[in-house]
C-alpha cells in the first residue's frame, strides 16, 4: 500500500514538471499579407518552475521553414514573460522566387510548441482609374491618374510603367512614381497620328531591393484619336469639258493622315459671269453631277465645295465645239452648226467615186443647204466631217457633171418659181402705190417729217437706255445684293402715311466683303431673298441693308410678327454662315416700328419717307446688336406674347431676342435652308 502511494505522488510530480511551461499566442497574425508587410506575434510565456531554454519562432511558407526569432529565455517558478516578435515578410521566405504563398508561424519552447492558423502571403495590387475621358484629337493633351492598391487594402509606394500599343507594336513608353497609391500621367500624341483606337498597357509595382519585382498589378485600357479635317479636296472627272457632256466632282475630306472624313457638304457650280448654276448639299465623297448645256458658250467655270469649316476651289474650261449636223434630203445637203463657235472648216462629200471638198462658215445655230448635181441616176453619197462624223445615204441626182455648191439664185427660181412671183406681185404693188403718192407719205401711212422724228426720239432713248443699263450695272457691281423689290428714299412724296416695321442689318466689316473674294455675298443674297419672300421691300445705304414691311406692299396691317420671325431666321442664316465659312461676315440686326410716308411707284418699286425716325432707329438697334437681334420698344411691344427678350446691355430701350414661341416646328436645319435659298437663285 506505501508503495503505490510513493509511486502516485513520484509521477504527478513528474506531470507537473512536464507542464510547468506554457506559450500562450495573444493575437492570431492577420489573415492576408503583401509582401513587405511586418508580421507581429505576441507571445506570452507562462511557467509553474524554473525555466532557462530558448525560444524558437519559424516561418513555415509552402513547405519551407524559416527560422525568423531566437531567444534565451530565463523565467522563475511562477513568472511570465512577453515576448513581442516581428518580422518583414520577404521572398526569400517563400522558396523558389515565388511571391506569394500559404504560411504559418511555430514557436517553440523546450518541449512546448505552438502553431498559428493559416494566412496568406499575396503579391496582388489593383490599378483603378479615375480619368474618364477617352476621346482625344492629336496634340491635345492626354491626362491618365488613377490609384494603385495592394491586396490587403494598403497603398503601394512603388512604380508604374504605361505603354500605348497599336497593332502589336510600342508607340509610347513611360514611367512614373506612385506615391501613396496615386500616379498621373499627362502626355500628347502627334499631329499625325491615325484616327483609331489605341491599347494603353499599365503595370504598377514595388520592389524588394533594387532587383525583385514584388506587388504587382496591371491594367489595360484604351483611347482613341479623332480625325481632324485637314484638308478638303475637289476632284473633278476632267478640267475640260466638251458642251453637252456632264461634269461629275466630289469633295473629299482628308483628315490628319490623310485618311477620308465622312460628313455634309455644299458643292456648288458658277458660271463665267458668277451665277450659280447648280448647288448640291451631299456627303463627301459622294459624286455631283452636271450636265452642261450642248451650246453653252466657251468660259471658265469655278467650282467650290465647303466642309468642316474647309474651303476648296477649282475651274474648269467649257471647251470650244466645232460640230456641225449633216443630213442629206434627195438632191439637198444640208450643214447646220450645233456647236458652241462660229464653224470655219472644210467638208468632204463623196458623190459616186468623185470627191469634193467645201468650205463651211456657220454662226451659231446657222445651216446652210448646198445643191448636189451629178448626169442622170442614183448615186452613193458620203459626208464626212473635219471632226470625223460620216453621213452617208443613196439619192436620185441630176446635171451634166459632178459637182455641189449652195443654191444660186437661179436654183432656187427653179425649185420654187410661185414663191419668187408672188414676192415680185408684191413689189410691184408697192412701187406703183408709191409712184401714185408721190412719195408725200411714208409706207403704212406715216409722214416722213414724223418718221425721221420718231427715229431720232427712239435714238435718244436707246442712247438714254444704255446709259441708265451702265448705271444699274455699275450700281449692282457695288450693292451688297440685288433686289427685286426695291425701295427708295425720297424727301418729298406723296403717299398714305402709315405704321412699318423695318429690319435693319449693318454689315460692320462691308469694306472687307466687297474687297475679298468669298461666300459673303451670296448669303447677304440670301438673306434679301428671305426677306423679299414675304413682300418686303429693300433699301440699300452705306453698308446697311433695310427690309421695309408696309402695308402699302404687304396688303395688311399686322407686319409685326412676320419680321420678327424673318429678322430670326437672317440672324440663323448669317450665324451659320459664319460657323460654316472661312470669311466672316461681322453684323448686327435691329427691327423697329414707326411711321412712314409710302407709295408704290410701280411693281418692284416702293418710294418711303421716314416719320420719327423710324430708319434711323432701326439702323441705331443694329449698331448696337453684336450678331444678334435686337427690339425697339415699340417693336417689342407688339410682339410681347410672342417673344421671349431679355433687356438690352448696351441700350436702356431694347430688348435682345431671345426665342420666339411655339416656333420650334416652324424652324429647319440651316443646311436645307441654305441649299434651297440657292437652288431658287
Not at 458660271?271 to 450642248?294: H, R
Not at 460692320?508 to 447677304?524: D, P
Request: hydrophobic share 40%.
Amino acid at each position: 500500500m506505501g508503495a503505490k502511494i510513493l509511486i502516485s505522488l513520484m509521477l504527478s510530480i513528474f506531470l507537473i514538471s512536464s507542464i510547468s511551461a506554457a506559450i500562450i499566442l495573444n493575437v492570431q497574425p492577420a489573415e492576408l499579407y503583401n509582401i513587405g508587410d511586418t508580421i507581429s506575434i505576441p507571445i506570452k510565456i507562462s511557467t509553474l518552475t524554473n525555466v532557462d531554454q530558448f525560444l524558437s519562432i519559424s516561418l513555415i511558407c509552402n513547405g519551407i521553414e524559416t527560422e525568423i526569432h531566437k531567444e534565451f529565455i530565463s523565467i522563475l517558478s511562477g513568472e511570465e514573460r512577453q515576448i513581442s516578435a516581428s518580422v518583414p515578410v520577404k521572398t526569400s521566405m517563400l522558396g523558389d522566387g515565388r511571391t506569394n504563398g500559404i504560411c504559418k508561424i511555430k514557436a517553440i519552447l523546450g518541449t512546448e510548441a505552438l502553431l498559428t492558423s493559416e494566412f496568406k502571403i499575396s503579391d496582388i495590387a489593383k490599378i483603378t482609374l479615375s480619368s474618364e475621358n477617352k476621346e482625344f484629337d492629336p496634340e491635345q493633351e492626354i491626362a491618365i491618374e488613377g490609384n494603385v492598391i495592394k491586396e490587403n487594402g494598403k497603398e503601394l509606394n512603388g512604380f508604374i510603367e504605361l505603354k500605348i500599343n497599336y497593332q502589336n507594336s510600342t508607340l509610347k513608353q513611360l514611367n512614373e512614381i506612385v506615391r501613396k497609391g496615386y500616379f498621373y500621367f499627362n502626355f500628347s500624341m502627334p499631329k499625325e497620328t491615325k484616327a483609331t483606337n489605341y491599347i494603353v498597357e499599365l503595370n504598377a509595382y514595388e520592389k524588394e531591393a533594387e532587383t525583385i519585382i514584388t506587388n504587382k498589378g496591371a491594367l489595360n485600357t484604351d483611347f482613341t484619336i479623332l480625325q481632324v479635317p485637314t484638308f478638303l479636296e475637289l476632284v473633278l472627272n476632267s478640267d475640260k469639258i466638251i458642251p453637252g457632256e456632264s461634269l461629275t466632282t466630289r469633295a473629299i475630306l482628308h483628315d490628319q493622315t490623310g485618311e477620308k472624313i465622312f460628313t455634309d457638304a455644299i458643292i456648288t457650280i458658277k458660271d463665267s459671269k458668277n451665277t450659280i448654276i447648280q448647288q448640291s448639299t451631299v456627303k463627301t465623297d459622294e459624286i455631283v453631277e452636271y450636265a452642261t448645256k450642248a451650246k453653252e458658250f466657251p468660259a471658265t467655270w469655278d467650282i467650290y465645295a465647303v466642309s468642316a469649316q474647309l474651303t476648296a476651289e477649282k475651274k474648269f474650261n467649257i471647251v470650244e465645239n466645232e460640230k456641225v449636223e449633216v443630213t442629206i434630203s434627195n438632191q439637198t445637203l444640208v450643214i447646220k452648226n450645233i456647236g458652241n463657235v462660229i464653224y470655219n472648216k472644210s467638208v468632204s462629200v463623196k458623190i459616186g467615186d468623185t470627191e469634193k471638198t467645201i468650205p463651211v462658215l456657220l454662226k451659231l445655230g446657222e445651216e446652210k443647204k448646198f445643191t448636189m448635181k451629178a448626169p442622170n441616176g442614183e448615186y452613193p453619197i458620203e459626208v464626212q466631217t473635219s471632226e470625223g462624223a460620216k453621213i452617208t445615204g443613196m439619192s436620185i441626182l441630176t446635171g451634166n457633171t459632178i459637182d455641189i455648191k449652195e443654191p444660186s439664185m437661179k436654183d432656187m427660181f427653179i425649185q420654187h418659181p410661185l414663191i419668187w412671183l408672188f414676192i415680185v406681185l408684191i413689189m410691184g404693188f408697192v412701187a406703183a402705190t408709191l409712184f401714185k403718192k408721190g412719195f408725200r407719205t411714208a409706207l403704212f401711212g406715216i409722214p416722213r417729217e414724223v418718221s425721221h422724228k420718231l427715229s431720232n426720239l427712239s435714238l435718244g432713248r436707246k442712247i438714254e437706255n444704255k446709259y441708265q443699263s451702265i448705271g444699274m450695272e455699275n450700281s449692282s457691281n457695288s450693292s451688297l445684293s440685288r433686289s427685286d423689290n426695291k425701295a427708295e428714299l425720297s424727301l418729298s412724296i406723296k403717299g398714305e402715311q402709315q405704321d412699318a416695321c423695318i429690319i435693319a442689318v449693318m454689315i460692320k466689316n462691308v469694306m472687307e466683303i466687297k474687297s475679298q473674294k468669298g461666300n459673303a455675298k451670296e448669303t447677304l443674297q440670301n438673306i434679301t431673298n428671305i426677306a423679299e419672300g414675304s413682300k418686303a421691300a429693300t433699301y440699300e445705304n452705306n453698308g446697311n441693308l433695310f427690309f421695309i414691311f408696309a402695308p402699302a406692299i404687304t396688303k395688311t396691317l399686322k407686319n409685326e410678327e412676320t419680321a420678327v420671325k424673318i429678322a430670326k431666321e437672317i440672324n440663323e442664316t448669317l450665324a451659320q454662315h459664319n460657323k460654316m465659312m472661312q470669311q466672316k461676315i461681322k453684323y448686327g440686326v435691329g427691327v423697329s416700328f414707326g411711321p412712314i410716308i409710302a407709295k408704290v411707284e410701280r411693281p418692284g418699286l416702293m418710294k418711303f419717307m421716314s416719320i420719327d425716325n423710324t430708319l434711323m432707329r432701326a439702323k441705331r438697334l443694329a449698331s448696337n446688336a453684336n450678331e444678334e437681334v435686337l427690339l425697339g420698344e415699340k417693336m417689342r411691344d407688339k410682339v410681347a406674347s410672342k417673344v421671349r427678350t431679355d433687356r438690352s446691355t448696351e441700350m436702356t430701350d431694347a430688348y435682345k431676342l431671345r426665342d420666339i414661341k411655339e416656333q420650334s416646328e416652324a424652324n429647319k436645319s440651316f443646311i436645307d435652308k441654305f441649299t434651297k435659298r440657292n437652288e431658287d437663285n
